[in-house]
Nanobody, 124 residues
Framework: QLQVAESGGGLVQAGGSLRLSCAAS????????LGWCRQGPGNTREFVSG????????YYADSVKGRSIISRDTAKNTVDLEMNGLKADDTDRYYC?????????????????WGQGIQVTVSS
C-alpha cells in the first residue's frame, strides 16, 4: 500500500511562488498517477495537477494551468508541484495522492490513507 508524505506550502504573498513536495513510501507502478488535490473548508476536494509515473505525462486543472509545473523524481519517488503567480483563490489545504487515473482525488488507490495535507495561504 503506497502512502505519501507532504511538505512545503506556507504563507506567501499574491504573485509569489512556492513548491509542494510529496514523497511516496515506495515505488509507484508505471500506470499510476500521482499528484495534488486541494480542499477548502466546506468544499469538496478538487484536482489540481497530476503526473503519470511511467512516461511523466502531466495534467493540470484549468485554474492552475500555465502557472504551475509538476515534476517527478523516479530515483527518489517524489513528486513536486511548483506554483507561480499565486492568487488568493489558491488558498486551500493541499493533499498529495496516488491513483490509477486522474480521478485520484476522489478514488485513490485501494488502501491509500490521506495525509494531513499542507496549508497554502496566499495573502493579497
Amino acid at each position: 500500500q503506497l502512502q505519501v508524505a507532504e511538505s512545503g506550502g506556507g504563507l506567501v504573498q499574491a504573485g509569489g511562488s512556492l513548491r509542494l513536495s510529496c514523497a511516496a513510501s515506495g515505488r509507484p507502478y508505471s500506470s499510476h498517477v500521482l499528484g495534488w488535490c486541494r480542499q477548502g473548508p466546506g468544499n469538496t476536494r478538487e484536482f489540481v495537477s497530476g503526473i503519470r509515473w511511467g512516461g511523466g505525462r502531466t495534467y493540470y486543472a484549468d485554474s492552475v494551468k500555465g502557472r504551475s509545473i509538476i515534476s517527478r523524481d523516479t530515483a527518489k519517488n517524489t513528486v513536486d508541484l511548483e506554483m507561480n503567480g499565486l492568487k488568493a483563490d489558491d488558498t486551500d489545504r493541499y493533499y498529495c495522492a496516488v491513483g490509477r487515473d486522474l480521478g485520484f482525488c476522489h478514488e485513490p488507490l485501494r488502501g491509500f490513507t490521506w495525509g494531513q495535507g499542507i496549508q497554502v495561504t496566499v495573502s493579497s
